[in-house]
């Protein structure tokens, strides 16, 4: 099966009656983790969008002819534009990937930390130049600095961690 529809099933798999309702502190590792993978795309290929949270697919100049709430339904009705958003992106990704495009080869987990926080309910916002989740703002850094941080253990275990620290 492909990447493509392993995403779809997990898209479709998604509570979405309980999603955006759940503020846990591992939430923030998940969306730092992201930040990370994002800046060290968009610095690598020096891409002009709307950073962090973008469609990549598009960033990169492909045009996917995806109907993708023809795929999952739920989207079609989804108020949060963020959550919609994120998940179309991951789609598009997933399916440049199995077109065999080198960079999405390369960034294949790009949209994993979003997917799992969304997957685990959790919710993001922005404010006031601050991304809030997990019940923490983190403030907007450039992609330049987010490239050189340490990648985050986004595990059960890890995230686990993350919430006795």
């Known amino acids: 099966m492909n990447q493509l529809c392993k995403g779809i099933e997990r898209i479709n798999s998604i509570n979405w009656g309980t999603s955006a309702r759940t503020d846990e502190p591992s939430n923030m590792a998940l969306l730092q983790e992201y930040i990370r993978r994002a800046a060290i795309l968009t610095t690598t290929y020096r891409l002009k969008t709307s950073y962090p949270f973008f469609n990549a697919s598009r960033a990169l100049g492909y045009d996917v002819d995806l109907d993708i709430t023809e795929k999952c339904p ?24 199995d077109s065999g495009n080198e960079i999405a080869s390369e960034f294949h987990d790009l949209y994993e930390p979003l997917i799992l926080l969304i997957e685990r309910g959790g919710t993001i916002r922005r404010q006031h130049g601050e991304i809030i989740t997990g019940g923490y703002a983190f403030p907007l850094a450039h992609a330049e600095y987010m490239s050189k941080k340490a990648p985050i253990d986004i595990s059960d275990q890890g995230l686990e961690a993350w919430v006795k620290q």
């Open 74 to 97: 739920h989207l079609k009705d989804l108020k949060n534009s963020f959550l919609k958003g994120t998940c179309e992106a991951y789609l598009e990704w997933l399916l440049l990937f």
